[in-house]
C-alpha cells in the first residue's frame, strides 16, 4: 500500500508532551523561569548581548522597528520575494515598504536591485534569508553602510546558517527568528530578536515586556493545534487524511492548502494574539530543543546532498545553488525544472507531495498596490519554484524514493521528447 510523503515536517522535542506536563505541574505554563533562560542561551549561542523572546517573530520584527525610531513616512526596502506580514507590520509601525528585485539563482535579495530603490526617505533595509540560505551580505552592508540605512535581518528560516562563518542575525545591526511549527526550531509560535547593538535591544525588550501575558486557554490551544499539526503530517495519518484531499483537489485545479496560511490582509490594528508574550511552556520547548538543532540540521543538509546528487543529472533539472561564502540550512529545498504543474501533479499521484510557493511575491499583492515598486523580474522567476522535501525526519530511503519520482516524471517526459531544460 501507497504511504504518501508530506511537503511539511516537524523537528519535535522527543519528551515534548513530559515537558508540557511538568511545566503545567509546576504551575509555570505561561510565567516561569524559562523565558529568560531560553532568552540567553540563544543569545550565547549567536554570540549577541542579549535576545528577545515575542508571541511572534513578526512581532520581535516590529519591536525592532519601534526601537529605531526611525521618522515617521520613511521607506524601508523588503526583497519582492517574502512573506506579505513583515512588510505590512512595517506599515503598521508607520513606515512605508518598497520592494526590490531578489537574485533568481539564491531566492534572496539583490544588492543591485536593492542599491536602485534607495530614495531619499528611505531608513532601512530587511533582507530576508529564504529558504534556509544567507543572503550576499558583505554586498548588502555595504551598499547600507553608504547610504547610512539600518539592516534588519529577517532570519525566520534560516536559524543555523552562516554567511563567511557568521551566523544569520548578526550580520547587520539586527535580526530576527521564527519558532512556527515547520520553522528550524519550532516551540508552537513565537519568535526572537536579537541585535549586536546592547541599548537597541534594550529597547526592543522593554516594548515585548509592557505586553500582557497570554491566557492558559491561548497557549493550551497553540499546543493543541501544533499536536495535531505534526501529527497530520506524519506518514501513515497524512496517507489517511491530507493526502487524498490533496490528490482528489488536483482534478479540480484546486490547491485547499492555501486555508492553512493566514488571510493577506491589513494588520491595522493589530490582532489580538500579537500583543502577548511569548510564554514560559513555549521557552522551555526551545531550550530543549537547542541541544538538538545542530542535528537536526545536519540531518536535513545531508538530505539535500542526496538530492543534490541525484538530481542535478537529471536533464531539465536545476538544483540549489549555494555560493562557497555561506551554508544553507534548507527550510525549503528549491529547485527549477518545466511544466512546474505537472511535475507536481505526477509527484502526488504517486505519493510525493510538492509545494510551489510558500511566500509571497508582495509586488503582485492588492495590500501593497500603493506602494512603490520596481520591476521584479527576478522574484517572478523564483516564484517558479518547486519545493522538494528534504526535512530531518525524513528516512534515507524516503529520501531515495523521492528522487526516484521526481526522475520518473521526466524519463516520461524525455521519452515524448517534450523536456525543455529549466532557465
Known amino acids: 500500500m501507497l504511504t504518501a510523503i508530506s511537503r511539511y515536517g516537524a523537528r519535535v522535542y522527543e519528551r515534548t508532551q513530559q515537558l508540557i506536563a511538568d511545566v503545567e505541574r509546576r504551575g509555570q ?76 539563482d539564491t531566492f534572496t535579495l539583490d544588492p543591485r536591485a536593492f542599491e536602485r530603490a534607495i530614495s531619499d526617505r528611505t531608513r532601512a533595509v530587511v533582507p530576508t534569508h529564504l529558504w534556509g540560505m544567507a543572503c550576499d551580505m558583505d554586498a548588502i552592508l555595504a551598499v547600507a553602510e553608504r547610504h547610512r540605512l539600518a539592516v534588519i535581518e529577517d532570519c525566520a528560516h534560516a536559524l543555523g546558517a552562516h554567511y563567511r562563518g557568521r551566523p544569520v542575525g548578526t550580520l547587520g545591526h539586527a535580526g530576527f527568528f521564527s519558532f512556527q511549527t515547520f520553522k528550524p526550531l519550532n516551540t508552537y509560535g513565537g519568535g526572537m530578536a536579537v541585535s549586536t547593538d546592547a541599548d537597541l535591544i534594550a529597547r526592543a ?43 482528489v483537489s488536483s482534478f479540480f485545479h484546486t490547491t485547499p492548502d492555501v486555508y492553512l496560511w493566514e488571510k493577506v490582509r491589513s494588520l491595522s490594528p493589530l490582532p489580538e494574539a500579537y500583543t502577548e508574550r511569548y510564554s514560559n511552556v513555549q521557552a522551555a520547548l526551545g531550550l530543549a530543543s537547542l541541544d538538538s538543532l545542530d542535528g537536526w540540521t545536519a540531518a536535513t543538509q545531508a538530505h539535500a546532498r542526496r538530492l543534490d546528487e541525484r538530481l542535478a543529472r537529471v536533464p531539465g533539472v536545476r538544483t540549489p545553488r549555494v555560493p562557497a561564502d555561506r551554508d544553507h ?32 511575491v508582495c509586488p503582485r499583492l492588492e495590500l501593497f498596490a500603493g506602494e512603490r515598486r520596481l520591476e521584479s523580474p527576478g522574484a517572478e522567476r523564483a516564484a517558479d519554484a518547486v519545493q522538494v522535501p528534504v526535512y530531518a525526519s525524513l528516512t534515507d530511503a524516503q529520501i531515495e524514493r523521492i528522487a526516484d519520482v521526481v526522475e520518473h516524471a521526466f524519463e516520461r517526459k524525455a521519452e515524448r521528447g517534450s523536456l525543455k531544460p529549466a532557465a
Open 329 to 360: 540550512v534548507y527550510y525549503q529545498y528549491c529547485i527549477y525544472a518545466p511544466d512546474r504543474a505537472a511535475l507536481v501533479r505526477h509527484c502526488l499521484y504517486r505519493g510525493v507531495d510538492l509545494e510551489t510557493l510558500h511566500v509571497d
Open 205 to 247: 525588550a522593554a516594548l515585548a515586556r509592557a505586553e500582557p501575558f497570554p491566557s492558559e486557554a491561548r497557549i493550551r490551544k497553540k499546543l493543541f493545534i501544533g499536536r495535531v499539526e505534526r501529527i497530520a503530517i506524519r506518514p501513515r495519518p497524512f496517507t489517511s487524511t491530507l493526502y487524498p484531499a490533496l490528490v
Open 29 to 104: 505554563l505561561i510565567e516561569g523561569p524559562h523565558v529568560a533562560a531560553f532568552e540567553a542561551a540563544f543569545a550565547e549561542r549567536l554570540g549577541v548581548p542579549a535576545a528577545v523572546s515575542a508571541s511572534y517573530g513578526r512581532m520581535a520584527f516590529l519591536y525592532l522597528l519601534k526601537a529605531l525610531a526611525l521618522p515617521p513616512g520613511s521607506e524601508i526596502i523588503f526583497p519582492s520575494l517574502t512573506f506579505w506580514v513583515v512588510p505590512e507590520l512595517a506599515r503598521v509601525a508607520g513606515l512605508r515598504p518598497v520592494f526590490a528585485d531578489v537574485d533568481p
